[in-house]
């Protein structure tokens, strides 16, 4: 199962490509479930028209994809998201600068994820270094997303948009069998995301390497819930 729940469309600022042309490169690419989360800041006014758009997608392409409705939230203050905007009807989202000082949710995400009302994980966080600032410890930190179903996300980007730099987390987990041994251990389920952009940038292929290692190393995942 080749999964990938981090991509943005036009409807991102910094995104480009028209959702329906993303999803046909896709197919093409042999990806099973596809996730299109598009910026909440760059989303803004248009809601409906968003989510709409991803639904349609959703139905045209069910015989050939798996497409689920997702937005990546922002947590820093200029563009975090507004009071009365609703986010419960889609299916996941995820949620950045988690460990950023400037966040509005003060690094609580157990609390956020009940204002989202939705599948929630975290992007593109270095989620270990972070459990360590945290008084429970760890393995206790890690174990109270996962009973509540907070995911968390390899996000295995490598793009013109970011530099071509990799995520030194993901880099890590890969090699390090003390925290593979910890996520199976407290149930944390993952997700693989490439974080595309643009269409031309797009590498299946580790997507496709992430994807493969979670089942090689009987690693759950969010598809379980999504």
Not at 84 to 89: A, I, M, P, R, T
Not at 93 to 103: A, F, R
Request: charged share 30%; glycine share 8%.
């Amino acid at each position: 199962m080749v999964f990938d729940l981090h991509a943005h469309t036009e409807f991102s600022r910094c995104g480009r490509d028209k959702p329906e042309s993303l999803v046909k490169k896709m197919i093409e690419e042999g990806v099973d479930v596809f996730g299109i989360s598009d910026h909440n800041y760059g989303i803004a006014g248009r809601w409906g028209e968003y989510f709409d758009e991803v639904t349609k997608l959703k139905q045209k392409y069910a015989d050939k994809i798996k497409i689920l409705r997702g937005v990546e939230i922002c947590t820093l203050p200029q563009y975090a998201l507004n009071e009365d905007e609703d986010v419960s009807c889609f299916d996941y989202c995820i949620v950045e600068n988690l460990d950023s000082p400037e966040s509005v949710i003060g690094g609580d995400i157990v609390k956020f994820s009940k204002r989202l009302n939705t599948v929630t994980g975290i992007a593109h966080t270095d989620l270990f270094s972070f459990a360590k600032t945290r008084k429970e410890g760890v393995y206790e930190y890690l174990k109270s997303l996962a009973d509540v179903g907070i995911f968390w996300e390899l996000n295995v980007n490598y793009d013109s948009i970011h530099g071509y730099r990799e995520h030194a987390y993901v880099k890590r987990f890969f090699g390090s069998e003390e925290e593979q041994e910890t996520v199976k251990k407290t149930g944390l389920k993952l997700s693989v995301g490439f974080d595309g952009h643009r269409m031309e940038d797009y590498d299946v292929s580790r997507v496709v390497k992430a994807c493969e290692f979670l089942r090689q190393k009987k690693i759950r995942t969010v598809l379980e819930d999504i």
